[in-house]
């Protein structure tokens, strides 16, 4: 066996792990072993599976770059397994990164050219496969923290598919492209102005791909701040609608404890004076305005209970039994304001009687939670049944209700997060689960 060819080999196919490292900078926070063991696992699987793959050319009559095909694909299902974000949107980065590292190759090629202008790409020789190295460890220098940044920005906010199918396509096309002008035989690069326009051509890829990405960054960044804004502007709009519901509610409430106060003396006016007739009369016409649904106490906040109440009413309507188990942290410790609480409160429970009313079989519940941790962390845990077909969309629950979006998770979410909080929604069989954590309120 040609030692030098194997090492030579071996040493040009280590500009996968630069390769990695740029695809994995922007799914830092998408990486399901974190970023120091999916590393570790690349240098790994690196070790394994190069030194055994550099064989095969070096035994048998395979071109080196049809071996390195197949090792690629088994790199890129690794990537895809190790992160949470979707098939496309790690096709994407893989791509994008991939047509960059071609330039690299094409390069380290021109060099080995110049250098041996009698041989060819299939020779894969030391100067090769130095220059290859090389210029792939340049990349991640020059472009790591864009791709952690900008890129991951990306990944973080964009979720519609076709998007980053087209990005796709594109670093595909110029990673092809560059595939195919690889120069099998160095001599072909000699013949008229051949070189010069192969270099050329390269720096033209390498800028086209880099001006594309920063048009593809910021036409989508643009359009995400957009998105989020009139999302912003939609959940101001619910919240304020929560509130003037909850406000008629606690107003509702007030007169009627109100009005008692003189119904009782009126109807002791009457009782000392033997007035019975008119008593009775007057109890009749007072029964028909008191509410139907009695008003249960479950916590010191006014505008909570009558959110607590109003919501057990609306779910007794569809035969959802309601379980409510409050206890506030005290003022000193409260991070969230009333109207933030009423907010997540009313928006659990507007989305937990909706998917609970859709239920067919089954027992139809909701099961609510406040509670203070020793740790000093307030806790909001909710558990409701439902059909068990939820609608997931992007990675993300949607209502199954078509004129609503989901709307009352991101103001969840938003609200939480604001605070330094962590929202957990996720579901088992027929039984959704919403789990929130919100640290103390900092004296």
């Known amino acids: 066996m040609d030692f030098d060819r194997y090492f030579s080999i071996l040493i040009s196919w280590l500009y996968v792990l630069p390769w990695g490292i740029l695809c994995i900078a922007p799914m830092k926070g998408k990486l399901r072993l974190g970023f120091r063991l999916t590393l570790g696992g690349m240098l790994f699987m690196s070790a394994a599976i190069l030194p055994v793959a550099a064989l095969i050319p070096c035994c048998f009559n395979v071109k080196p770059n049809a071996v390195l095909l197949p090792v690629l694909v088994l790199y890129f299902i690794a990537y895809r397994i190790s992160v949470t974000a979707t098939t496309v949107q790690a096709a994407a980065i893989f791509l994008f990164v991939g047509a960059f590292m071609s330039v690299a190759t094409n390069l380290a090629y021109a060099v080995d050219a110049a250098y041996h202008p009698e041989g060819g790409a299939g020779d894969n020789l030391m100067t090769f496969a130095l220059c290859r190295l090389l210029f792939s460890i340049m990349l991640p220098v020059v472009f790591y923290h864009m791709m952690k940044t900008h890129a991951g920005f990306l990944i973080n906010h964009m979720k519609k598919h076709y998007i980053w199918a087209m990005r796709s396509v594109i670093s595909g096309t110029f990673l092809i492209i560059n595939v195919i002008m690889i120069p099998q035989k160095y001599e072909t690069l000699y013949v008229n102005n051949i070189f010069t326009v192969f270099l050329c051509l390269q720096f033209v890829i390498f800028f ?191 209502s199954t209700d078509r004129r609503r979006s989901g709307l009352g998770i991101r103001s969840i979410e938003n609200t939480v997060q604001k605070h330094g909080g962590i929202t957990n929604i996720y579901h088992k069989g027929t039984e959704f689960y919403t789990d929130i954590m919100v640290p103390a309120a900092r004296g």
């Open 208 to 398: 086209l791909e880099i001006l594309i990405g920063v048009s593809f960054y910021h036409v989508l960044k643009n359009l995400i701040e957009a998105s989020d804004t009139k999302i912003q502007n939609d959940l101001m709009d619910m919240q304020e609608q929560s509130f003037e519901k909850q406000q008629r509610f606690i107003e509702e409430s007030a007169r009627v404890r109100h009005d008692f106060k003189h119904t009782i003396q009126s109807i002791k006016y009457m009782a000392d004076n033997g007035e019975y007739e008119e008593l009775k009369q007057f109890l009749d016409e007072y029964s028909s305005t008191i509410p139907e649904k009695e008003i249960m106490i479950y916590c010191k906040s006014s505008a909570l209970n009558a959110l607590l109440n109003h919501y057990r009413i609306q779910a007794e309507k569809f035969d959802i039994k309601t379980t409510y188990s409050i206890e506030l942290p005290p003022p000193e410790k409260a991070a969230l304001s009333s109207t933030e609480l009423c907010s997540i409160v009313g928006n659990i429970l507007d989305n937990a009687i909706h998917a609970a009313s859709a239920q067919r079989e089954g027992e139809r519940f909701i099961r609510l939670t406040l509670q203070m941790q020793r740790t000093n962390d307030f806790y909001i845990v909710a558990v409701n049944s439902f059909d068990g077909k939820p609608n997931i969309k992007g990675g993300r629950y949607e």
